[in-house]
């Protein structure tokens, strides 16, 4: 089996019931019997913070999050590890990561 690339953005009090919603979401959505391409495959979460770049450089939490998936960042390249997680802005959080299908 391969893997595919997700982005789930979720509005939430906290990261933890962000991703509890977005797995749940995932898997009411996909089923629970694996292999779905999306979070419902993943058990945990890892925080990413956005990197501090000049105003000329910066780039939105989506752009940074494919250009960690295209380098395959060892924080989220295991399509059984963890999903990454970058908090757009309080109470928003992009989880984002490889993913089986």
Known sequence: MGAR???ETIMAT???EAFATARANALEEHGDGGYSGSIAEKDCFVMIPM???PEWERITPREYAELLIEAYDARIADKWGPAGCI???PGEYLFFGWSSN
């Open 87 to 89: 908090e757009v802005r």
């Open 51 to 53: 990197p501090a770049l």
């Open 14 to 16: 906290s990261a933890e």
């Open 5 to 7: 690339p997700f982005y």
